[in-house]
C-alpha cells in the first residue's frame, strides 16, 4: 500500500474518531483544570475562591495551564481543548501504527492494530487511560512519549529527547518515568545486539519488539 493512502487512512481516522467516540469537553479532570485556566485569561475570576488561589501557584499543572491559557487567549476555550485533543489523537495514532508496523511488518495488521487501540478495550498506562472522550494532560504527555519512542527505534535521540522533555513540562511523572523505562529497553537491546547474543535472545522473546 502507497505511503499517500496509509497517510490518507490514518488521517480520516484521526478526523472520525472525535465524533465515534462521542468526544466531550468536560468529563471528568477539567471540572478543576478550567477554573484555573480561567484564571489565568482573567485575574479577577473567582478571586475569593481558596482552592483556585492555593492551585494558581506552581504546581505540577502550572504549565499545562499556561499552555492552554496562551491558546485560550487567541482562541476559545472549548476549541482550544478540541484542538489539542485532535494533537492528542494524532500522536497516539501514528505512534500506534509506526510501532505496530515494526512489530508486524504488514500495513494491513498496524492499521487494524491502531484501530484497536483506539476504539478497543481502554489502555491503562499507571492511573492514566491512555485515550478516551476528554482532552487530558496526561493523555497528551503519553501521545509524546509514545511519538518520542517512535524515535528512539528511528535512533533519532534528539528529537525523542525533545519530545520526552515536552511532555515532563505537561506530566512531570509521565515525562520522567517514561523515558528511563524506554532508553533502558532499547540500549540493553543494543548490549545484547553488539555481545552477539541477539538470536538466543530473540529465541527467548526479550528481542522480538525491536527486531
Avoid at 499517500?4 to 471528568?28: N, T
Avoid at 485569561?41 to 495551564?65: A, E, G, H, M, V
Avoid at 499556561?66 to 472549548?78: E, Q, R
Avoid at 534528539?158 to 513540562?169: H, K, P, R
Amino acid at each position: 500500500m502507497k505511503s499517500a493512502k496509509i497517510f490518507f487512512i490514518l488521517i480520516l481516522i484521526i478526523l472520525s474518531y472525535p465524533f465515534l467516540i462521542k468526544y466531550v469537553y468536560v468529563q471528568h479532570n477539567q471540572f478543576e483544570q478550567i477554573p484555573l485556566i480561567l484564571r489565568f485569561l482573567n485575574s479577577k475570576y473567582l478571586i475569593q475562591d481558596w482552592s483556585i488561589n492555593l492551585n494558581t501557584q506552581f504546581s505540577p499543572r502550572y504549565f499545562y495551564i499556561l499552555y492552554i491559557g496562551i491558546i485560550g487567549k487567541f482562541l476559545s476555550l472549548p476549541l482550544a481543548y478540541f484542538i489539542n485533543y485532535l494533537i492528542m489523537v494524532s500522536l497516539i495514532t501514528f505512534s500506534s501504527y509506526f510501532v505496530a508496523k515494526r512489530l508486524f511488518k504488514s500495513t494491513f495488521i498496524s492499521i487494524l492494530t491502531t484501530i484497536f487501540i483506539l476504539f478497543g478495550q481502554k489502555y491503562t498506562l499507571g492511573s492514566n487511560d491512555l485515550i478516551g472522550r476528554d482532552f487530558d494532560p496526561s493523555r497528551l504527555a503519553f501521545g509524546l512519549v509514545l511519538t518520542a519512542f517512535v524515535f528512539v527505534l528511528k535512533e533519532n535521540y534528539i528529537l525523542s529527547a525533545i519530545l520526552f522533555s515536552l511532555s515532563t513540562y505537561l506530566h512531570p511523572l509521565i515525562g520522567l518515568e517514561v523515558p528511563v523505562i524506554f532508553y533502558s529497553s532499547y540500549f540493553i537491546y543494543i548490549y545484547i545486539d553488539k555481545r552477539n547474543e541477539a538470536p538466543r535472545a530473540y529465541a527467548r522473546g526479550i528481542l522480538k519488539f525491536f527486531g
